[in-house]
């Protein structure tokens, strides 16, 4: 995509945020690096090993409910193999919140002996939560810390100030401003980003955006398309995004005066269902066939 080549990830603000992380290392036990059930790969900042050095650190999987449930799976043990806790969580419910804590207590199990050797029994275990943009982390922190607070923009020029939550006793998480990372090197992992929703769609086409999604459902998902949309594999196979967007939106009688097909609405309904999971539960970054994950 083009355009994705080109995103500048208003770096000065990315550059501040990345100084802030570093600096409150100093202050914390532990990093929650939150990722994207549906694309652990792609949802983990490259650039994250290098700001969280070697602090102790656990995985969360977020929005598992929208995720292939086996892949998930896969997904856990491979971290296993990397000697990395993860721990698959679905925030809109609050299912697997109640692992998130011992998991945390299990990674930092010779710290805490050691706490308590020193008489240090009870100390309040600081945990950093870190994640891309719209990965989920303010309703991770609202879950956990059982109240609601306002919604803070990762916007240049909006501070969104690091801030602490008691989570329970003895618990306290430190969230932090969305990172993403200056720029994708893998025009793919761009791709797939702009799908979940983690980059603004302003700055995006969505027609060409949801074309492509729809090309890369139709190799990877096409059952779930043909599902939804009511098209057969002959009507959408070799042909290009834009077409199969056009389809859509004929099936769905999205039309402009004149006949003519309203693509704009068809994109916009296109990325909502995908983003909503109403074309299904699906895993866009394979265990298997991704790289390792550097955290
Ligand atoms: P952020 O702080 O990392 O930027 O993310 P935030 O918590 O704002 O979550 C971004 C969107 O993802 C929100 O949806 C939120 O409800 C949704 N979300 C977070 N965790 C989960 C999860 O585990 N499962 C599912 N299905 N969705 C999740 P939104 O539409 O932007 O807002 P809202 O209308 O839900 O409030």
Not at 14 to 36: P, Y
Not at 44 to 50: A, E, F, Y
Not at 152 to 158: A, I, S
């Amino acid at each position: 995509m083009e355009e994705l080549k080109t995103i500048q990830w208003f770096p000065g603000h990315m550059t501040k945020t990345r100084r802030k992380i570093e600096s409150q290392l100093k202050l914390i036990d532990a990093v929650a690096v939150l990722l994207d059930a549906r694309m652990p790969y792609s949802s983990c900042n490259p650039d994250l090993r290098s700001v969280i050095n070697n602090k102790p650190r656990l995985v969360i999987l977020n929005k598992c409910d929208m995720a292939d449930p086996a892949e998930t799976k896969k997904w856990i043990a491979r971290f296993r193999e990397q000697g990395i806790t993860a721990v698959a969580l679905d925030c809109k419910t609050g299912k697997g919140l109640n692992n998130f804590i011992p998991a945390v207590k299990n990674v930092l199990a010779d710290r805490i002996s050691a706490w308590n050797a020193k008489g240090m029994t009870g100390r309040t275990i600081k945990v950093m939560v870190v994640g891309i943009p719209n990965v989920g982390k303010s309703s991770f922190i609202n879950r956990m810390s059982k109240q609601n607070r306002a919604k803070v923009e990762d916007r240049p020029g909006v501070t969104r100030g690091n801030q602490w939550f008691t989570v329970g006793k003895g618990f306290d998480l430190l969230d932090t401003p969305g990172v993403l990372w200056p720029k994708f090197d893998d025009k793919l992992v761009g791709e797939k980003l702009a799908y979940i929703g983690s980059v603004k769609d302003e700055i995006l086409d969505t027609e060409h955006l949801a074309g492509r999604l729809l090309e890369y459902l139709r190799d990877n998902f096409p059952d779930s398309i043909c599902a939804r949309y009511k098209l057969t594999n002959e009507e959408i196979s070799g042909k290009q995004g834009y077409e199969i967007l056009e389809l859509v939106g004929k099936k769905r009688g999205m039309l402009i005066s004149g006949g003519e097909i309203n693509t704009e609405r068809a994109a916009a309904a296109v990325l909502d269902e995908f983003r909503s999971a109403a074309l299904g539960r699906m895993t866009l970054d394979r265990a298997e066939e991704c790289d390792e994950i550097r955290i």
